[in-house]
T-cell receptor, first 115, second 111 residues
Framework: NAGVTQTPKFQVLKTGQSMTLQCAQD?????MSWYRQDPGMGLRLIHY???????DQGEVPNGYNVSRSTTEDFPLRLLSAAPSQTSVYFC??????????????FGQGTRLTVV | SQQGEEDPQALSIQEGENATMNCSYK?????LQWYRQNSGRGLVHLIL?????REKHSGRLRVTLDTSKKSSSLLITASRAADTASYFC???????????FGGGTRLMVKP
């Protein structure tokens, strides 16, 4: 049981490049989400999904796309990287509301630098 | 914008002392959660308190919630050097775990 797995752990991009951050969970969680954490700050929600085929925007969605074709995977796409997207990105998953209030499980993060 | 504000931003104590961190938030919530983050690592869930609960314990952790004041506190008793980390409160408005985080408290416990 690996939990939430994010790849890559580190990435350097040039301005204007695109890339996909991968997130996979093996806990059969319905809910998945992406956050970014800037230095000295808490996490901010980028996009989230309440199940396969369903996604929605969080607090800071601009410049990012997501899709959820399977329960296990929730990739985050940077369309045209900008220096302002330099951050640490965390993926999280949890059970659905039907299960009740449950904790979110976080991946180890992807440290992205855009130059 | 962030939902919560945490106080203090940084806290330094000696091993064995208690550490108290406070969190304030702005809107109604379904539950409030506390997470720990060791340097350079992901977040680890510590405790969840529902909006209809006032106090919850887990080992050396005690969390209180005052919905009338929109505030929560996390108490770590008998702190250890291994408790050194950043601690974040996060609010969940609809039990969907779309969390809004505070800025965190950096705790240093000196041996």
């Amino acid at each position: 049981n690996a939990g939430v797995t994010q790849t890559p752990k580190f990435q350097v991009l040039k301005t204007g490049q695109s890339m996909t951050l991968q997130c996979a969970q093996d806990m059969n969680h319905e809910y998945m989400s992406w956050y970014r954490q800037d230095p000295g700050m808490g996490l901010r929600l980028i996009h989230y999904s309440v199940g396969a085929g369903i996604t929605d925007q969080g607090e800071v969605p601009n410049g990012y796309n997501v899709s959820r074709s399977t329960t296990e995977d929730f990739p985050l796409r940077l369309l045209s990287a900008a220096p302002s997207q330099t951050s640490v990105y965390f993926c999280a998953s949890s059970y659905s509301i039907a299960v009740g209030n449950t904790e979110a499980f976080f991946g180890q993060g992807t440290r992205l630098t855009v130059v | 914008s962030q939902q919560g504000e945490e106080d203090p931003q940084a806290l330094s104590i000696q091993e064995g002392e208690n550490a108290t961190m406070n969190c304030s938030y702005k809107t109604s919530i379904n539950n409030l959660q506390w997470y720990r983050q060791n340097s350079g690592r992901g977040l680890v869930h510590l405790i969840l308190i529902r909006s209809n609960e006032r106090e919850k314990h887990s080992g050396r952790l005690r969390v209180t919630l005052d919905t009338s004041k929109k505030s929560s506190s996390l108490l770590i008793t008998a702190s250890r050097a291994a408790d050194t980390a950043s601690y974040f409160c996060a609010t969940d408005r609809n039990a969907g775990n779309m969390l809004t985080f505070g800025g965190g408290t950096r705790l240093m416990v000196k041996p």
